[in-house]
């Protein structure tokens, strides 16, 4: 069974910084690619980050040169380091990889206000 457990999230002021985790079981972590996607309130789910089993990094252009995502595969954890945060990053962020179909976490929230 597949799970994925986000965390890290909360409240900070713009241009402030946080850092999700997520930690995934079930699957062989280290032969899946992930990604972080996110979902503000009235808006589409957007895919925000991607990292390849290889460690190959790809980013939406909104948050390019702010976000950072990596892994650790002897943790079996995927990380999104975020900086320069702004009133627009608030949204649920989600962790998703695809093993056969598409697998979601429940979503941390990140709320970027003054």
């Known amino acids: 069974q597949v799970q994925l457990m986000e965390s890290g999230g909360g409240l900070v002021q713009p241009g402030g910084s946080l850092r999700l985790s997520c930690a995934a079981s079930?699957?062989?972590?280290?032969?899946?690619?992930m990604s972080w996607f996110r979902q503000a309130p009235g808006k589409q789910r957007e895919l925000v980050a991607h990292?390849?089993?290889?460690?190959?990094?790809t980013y939406a252009d909104v948050v390019k040169g702010r976000f950072t995502i990596s892994r650790d595969n002897a943790r079996r954890t995927m990380y999104l380091q975020m900086n320069s945060l702004k009133p627009e990053d608030t949204a649920v962020y989600y962790c998703?990889?695809?093993?056969?179909?598409?697998?979601w976490g429940r979503g941390a929230q990140v709320t970027v206000s003054s």
């Open positions: 998703n990889v695809v093993v056969m179909r598409p697998y």
């Open positions: 079930g699957i062989i972590f280290s032969d899946n690619a």
């Open positions: 990292i390849t089993s290889g460690g190959t990094t």
